[in-house]
């Protein structure tokens, strides 16, 4: 369920309710019974894992986190074809 943040208009307090999104918004502020609006806060959103912006589209040379090898092993693999025949 989400959590929504409400300010009271009279106080000034700010108060955390987790509501269901069909819940109704609160009205009256649980110490001086103010009225409340709803206020919108920042998210702790984080992206994690591989592939994301900062990993697999930035310029520069890329990370070793484990992936495929694929790169790796045809580069490695031209090489060998040109020792052979040298």
Do not use: N
Request: one cysteine or more.
């Amino acid at each position: 369920m989400p959590i929504y943040e409400y300010r009271c208009r009279k106080c000034g307090q700010v108060i955390e309710a987790m509501q269901s999104i069909h819940d109704r918004p609160l009205r009256k502020c649980r110490s001086c019974s103010g009225s409340l609006e709803k206020i919108i806060s920042r998210t702790a959103f984080m992206l994690k894992g591989g592939g994301w912006y900062a990993e697999g589209y930035t310029k520069g040379p890329a990370k070793s986190g484990g992936g495929s090898e694929s790169g790796t092993s045809s580069t490695s693999g031209a090489k060998k074809k040109k020792a052979a025949s040298a």
